[in-house]
């Protein structure tokens, strides 16, 4: 479980957050905003990457600032920046961070060769990081975020830069941890996505929350709610470039 208790933070005197209070429950919910509203901000917070201004955050009952080292070997995340080491290769990436969570080296590299395989990666495995695909990338730091079975999931843009069929895989995968009891809060700016696997909505805006509920509960459709807080998109294309 994830909660967050009046969370604030702030870039520069400019607030990101305020007050944000939120407990996540075992399920998929997700974290809808437009760019700037605070998503990745708050997956920061909740991720120990960053300490909130004021406020507290606490995962299964502990305070992240006083239990880090505990909590964060029962959590898995795939960050803005993704989080890889550059100079390895996607195995050499997955077998660097086994030892971290205290899995054996053949407990490892099994563990990785599953991932590897579920997520289309075998063949790219000897593929140095850097040189890697966005998608590829990113497939590679959602396998390292599962690899030692965490509890809670803190996934940024889990679906952007992935192909159809990889992007079915991952939502089966989450649907799976779901059922099985982890706690997975996600960013996603697929809205049809969300609208299929999410058990629950928090949408962000300026910072604050404007809306949070079940998708499955409600027979407005995500994107009608979200649009309605948000507002709706520029629809007119300039007369000279559709012309």
């Given amino acids: 479980m994830i909660e967050c208790r009046a969370a604030t933070k702030g870039y520069a005197s400019k607030p990101v957050l305020k007050r944000i209070d939120l407990v996540v429950e075992p399920g998929i919910c997700a974290l809808l905003g437009a760019n700037g509203a605070g998503k990745s901000t708050l997956l920061r917070l909740v991720s120990g990457l960053e300490e909130p201004d004021s406020g507290s955050v606490f995962l299964a009952g502990l305070a992240l600032r006083d239990h880090r080292v505990e909590i964060l070997?029962?959590?898995?995340?795939?960050?803005?920046?993704?989080?890889?080491?550059?100079?390895?290769?996607?195995?050499?990436n997955l077998m660097a961070i086994g030892p971290i969570y205290g899995l054996t080296k053949s407990e490892t590299a099994a563990r990785a060769a599953n991932l590897l395989a579920l997520l289309d990666l075998t063949h790219g495995r000897h593929t140095v990081a850097r040189n890697?695909?966005?998608?590829?990338?990113?497939?590679?730091?959602?396998?390292?975020?599962?690899?030692?079975?965490?509890?809670?999931?803190?996934?940024?843009?889990?679906?952007?830069?992935?192909?159809?069929?990889?992007?079915?895989?991952?939502?089966?995968?989450?649907?799976?941890?779901?059922?099985?009891?982890?706690t997975i809060l996600l960013t996603s700016h697929i809205l049809s996505v969300v609208q299929k696997i999410a058990t629950r909505v928090v949408i962000l805006h300026k910072g604050q929350i404007e809306a949070d509920f079940d998708p499955s509960a409600t027979e407005a459709a995500v994107e009608e709610v979200y649009f309605g807080i948000i507002g709706k998109p520029q629809s007119e294309v300039p007369d000279w470039l559709s012309s």
């Fill in 132 to 182: 890697g695909s966005f998608g590829m990338r990113k497939k590679t730091a959602l396998a390292m975020a599962l690899l030692h079975k965490p509890r809670v999931l803190l996934l940024d843009e889990p679906f952007e830069g992935i192909d159809p069929a990889s992007s079915a895989v991952i939502q089966m995968l989450l649907c799976q941890l779901s059922r099985d009891g982890v």
């Fill in 73 to 92: 070997r029962n959590l898995g995340v795939v960050p803005e920046g993704l989080g890889l080491f550059e100079s390895l290769t996607i195995i050499e």
